[in-house]
């Protein structure tokens, strides 16, 4: 893991976009965002436990790329793939902002995730817990977990990636910002040891307002210039 920088996606689709929408992202969109000067790889899920049905996420140079005219020129001149499956996302939250903590290292089979609410005033507290006792810990009594990083949403990011035109075709709007909790595990069965260890009232002793945990199994991840997108399909070219 690498880079100050980080955007996490979580989304569900509806049952008539899931296939075009999973084509979408393995064909075309996982690779135009990693391409975009900045960001340095990216990576997706598919719900094992937990909802919604998708996770993604991609680490970045540092925040400042999500102000940068390549990244706003990607959001604002959408795809017509992109423009056909925007309307079928669901419950999407969105994490654009710095990493606050990172241990470990490695591509794990599996994440455990996390949509966190800090209560107010313990964000400072809960990152600090985080970084220096539980994650380590974990890390160090489990050679299957592999690394972790909690990410911070930044208000001028989110602020950004709501008013763009990619945003706005959505038929919902997104949930509020969160803070994002990822451990790569290398299966199923050790994310589900990490939640049980990671549990909701644990996490409220040590300033957790709200927590949405899932279990995702890796689908595929790509490195900058690993791949080029794939064009628009036929039956969406003019």
Known sequence: MSGDGILIVWTGVTAEQDARFNAWYNRQHLSERANVPGFRNGRRYKAVHGAPAYLAWYELDSPAVFASDAYAERQNNPTGWTQAVMPGFR???RVAGRVEARLGQG???????WRLTPAAGAEAGLADWLAREALPQLLAQNTDILGAVLAAPLAAADDAGAASNETRMRAQPDNPPCWGLLIECADGETAQGVQARLDPTLLARHGVERSEP???ALVTALGRFDSTPAADPEDLVP
């Open 214 to 216: 899932g279990i995702y």
């Open 107 to 113: 591509l794990g089979g599996a994440c455990a995730s």
């Open 91 to 93: 419950d999407v939250t």
